[in-house]
Every structure is written in structure tokens, then in C-alpha cells.
């Protein structure tokens, strides 16, 4: 009797199909991992799959972060059974999740019928899967409504009972530098993403109810926009956020409006702002006729008739809803100081001469003016320089994101130059523009972005001080 080898019994047939099947098993199970773990973000931390993953380990990057809620879902899931609800929510949450990864975009968690969802590469890249995510969804609302004939005879009070309700949602993007990684105990772990930029991007999701509008995204967002104007947006409101002094100014993006209304807020695009702008400069007088012109060019603008009803409201109660620091001068304090001793000091020149600018702007004095606008785009240009050379010598990590937004500064304010040389705009309004970019690009800007690049010059020097 001849006897087996190892060799012959691993190269057995037996043994290579219980090999194949358990090959097969693994990547079923690893294909199973994936449906609940992103593999991208996996990658993104530097790992090929969770086994290489350890608690505490993390990556500091810039991304864009999307909430989406649907509206009104727990009214519209009482008419339906669970396995109608679980059929529904699987459904709409199936035909979110193309929209989301085509564009480089990665779901993060699904919170009931809410959405996180996290965009590595660019601001772009989260705006049009927004938008792709709002036409699909359109796609779906009329398919339902097609598939779902109803008998002609039905009176109309019935068969507007009948028809299914189309599904709405809101959206908010907001970005910035967050903290992804591994956080939980021994037993249980998840990746996920730790920043304000989260917080942030869930308020302005829950803000697309108050003026019925599908997508606002932050001022952040918009600065990284390699070029916003490939976008239908306008200017929305001014919110105050937890932890932070200044205002920040939020956008809606009306891209997937139906063409009537995406053509109509288009057409009064300026109007609207600018009485966004008089409302907040508490200019009612102002405000109100304007707004009243958009609506009757644009009957079905929300914002539009919230804000007049806003203007209405504070004429019969004396309530303003706005933020309250508009038209008065931004005052240097301490949270502005990012601890770079060269930074901070240009910092403070430079806000000394932004407060001459709105100054001599708002009480219409245009002497020396253009003295004024022509040393602040030079500083800037002479500040950005010193910033961007910092950061190439350094090899800072987030050196791309910065200098998206010192581009963004300089593109906006070569046009604000020129609203303020050609006088195309009323003086107020003018004043506001200062207030809603220079002084909100100002505060946000040094105590975000710049504290981030002073807290990483500051942890190299004393990388450096301790291998010397």
C-alpha cells in the first residue's frame, strides 16, 4: 500500500474543491464587509481591507459632507405597512446610492431614512451629485405617478387621495478638514467622520424646510467650487453656528428646478438678493417691493414669499429674523489670532484696511476708494504668497484646499472691485456685499483654514525640535 503525502492530499481533488468553496466564502464575506464598510474609505486610510485597520487610526483630510432627509417620511410611512415602508425606503435609498458614488462620493452612514454621505475629492464633485441625486429622484416621482393609473371616473377629491404623494427631499453640503478614522470599544468599532463641517452640513439640510428649496450648501462649499458660476446659486440667508462668533452666509443651488422656476429665480437672481440684502440691512421699505416684483414674475419662489412674509411680520411685530452684526465694523478679537506671529500681524493690517473699505463705502464716501481696493488686492496677493510658500516648503497636507480658497477670494473680489468702480449697485447693497464676503471670508478663513496650517507649522517645528 502506497502511502499519501501531504502534497497528494492538498492537490487531491477533494481538497481543491473544499479549497475553491472556501476561497468563495471569503469573498462573499468580504463582498458582505463592503456592503456595510466603504471600501474607499478603507483605502483612505492607507488600508487594503478592515483586517489592517486598528482603533485610533485616523487621516485628517478636507472633504465635502451631504445630509439628505426625506420630507414629511414619517407621516407618508403611516399609510404603509412595514413591508411597504421597508420596500420604499430600499427603493429611494437604491436609486440615491448610484448618484452618490458616480461622483466620487462615498455613503458614510444611512440614519433611517437620512443619508450621510462624504466626497473626498472636491466640492464639485458633491455639488453635482446633489443635483443628480434631485433629478433622479424627479425620474422616480414621475414613473410612480404613471405606473399608478387611476380609474378616470373617480371624482377629482379622490383621485387626488389616491395618487402617490412624491417623494421630497432636502440636501446640505458644507466643506471642510475632518477627522476620519476608527472610533468604539473592544467589541464594537466604526469608521466615521469627526468635525464641526458635519454638524454643519445637517443644520443646513434641516434649513432647506424653512424655504422649501431642495439644496442650500455653506459658504465653505462655495469657495471651493472650482468655478461657481458653472451653477445656478444664489444667496439665501445668515446663520449663526455653535462655537463660532461670526455669521456665516449660506447659498441655495437651484440647478435641478424644473426649467420654468430654474429660469424664473435666474431672471431675478438680483433682484432677490438684493432684498435679501435690504431685509437684513433692516431696509423694509427697501425689501419689500422687490420681493413682491419676484413673485409675481415668479409665483412658486418659496424663498421669495418667506421673505416677505418675514417683512410683513416685522411690520406687525417688530420681529427681525436676522443675525443682528450687519452694517457695523468687524472688531479684531482674539479667536482671529492663529499664532503665527508674521500671519497674525498681516491679519491685523489687513482687517484695518477692509474696515476703511465698508466704512467709506457705506456712507458713500468715495474719496480715495480706489486707493483702497487697489493696497487690499495687492496685501492679499503679498499674504497669499507668504501663506502658499509656507505650505510648499512644509509640504503641507491640505495645501490644495487652501489654495482653491485663496483663489476663490481673489476671483470674488475682482468682481466686488469692479461692482464698486463701474457703481452698479446701490450703496447699501454694496456695503452688504463687503459684510457677506470680505468680512465673513475674513473671520472664517483665519480662524479655519489658518489655524489649521498655524497648527501644522507649529507641530513640524516641534518635530524638528525633537529629532535635532
Known sequence: MTATTPNDVSTSPRSLSELAQMQERLARTEAAIG????????????????????????????????????????????????????????????????????????????????IMALFPRSADDAVRSAIDMLQRLADGNDRRQSSRPLPAHLPHDRRTRQSPLPTRIGIGLNTGIVMLG?????????????????????????????????????????????DPNRYCVRFIDRIRVKGKSQPHSVYEVFDADLPALREGKLATRHAFEEAVAYYHLNEIDRAEPLLQACLDQVPDDQPAQTYLSRCREYRATGIHHATGEVGSEL?????????????DGQHQELLAHINDLAAKVSTGDLVGIDDVMRFIGQYVTMHFETEEAMMHRLNYPHLAAHVQEHRSFTQRYLRLADDIAQQRHARLYLGFQIQLFL??????????????????????????????
Open 331 to 343: 472688531v479684531w478679537r482674539d479667536e482671529f489670532l492663529v499664532g503665527n506671529t508674521l500671519i
Open 35 to 114: 456592503r456595510f464598510v466603504p471600501e474607499g474609505l478603507v483605502h483612505l486610510l492607507g488600508a487594503q481591507n478592515l483586517t489592517e485597520l486598528r482603533r485610533g487610526q485616523h487621516l485628517e483630510t478636507t472633504m465635502t459632507v451631504l445630509f439628505t432627509d426625506i420630507r414629511n417620511f414619517t407621516q407618508q410611512s403611516e399609510n404603509m405597512t412595514a413591508a411597504q415602508t421597508y420596500a420604499f425606503i430600499n427603493d429611494y435609498l437604491g436609486s440615491m446610492e448610484p448618484a452618490i458614488e458616480a461622483h466620487g462620493g462615498f455613503i458614510d452612514k444611512y440614519i433611517g431614512d437620512a
Open 439 to 468: 468680512f465673513d471670508w475674513f473671520a472664517n478663513h483665519t480662524t479655519r483654514t489658518d489655524r489649521y496650517l498655524t497648527r501644522f507649522i507649529a507641530s513640524q517645528a516641534g518635530s524638528t525640535a525633537v529629532s535635532a
Open 182 to 226: 476608527l472610533v468604539g470599544g473592544k467589541h464594537r468599532l466604526e469608521l466615521t467622520v469627526l468635525s464641526d463641517a458635519v454638524n454643519l452640513s445637517s443644520r443646513l439640510e434641516s434649513m432647506t424646510k424653512t424655504y422649501g428649496i431642495s439644496l442650500l450648501i455653506s459658504e465653505q462649499t462655495l469657495y471651493n467650487l472650482q
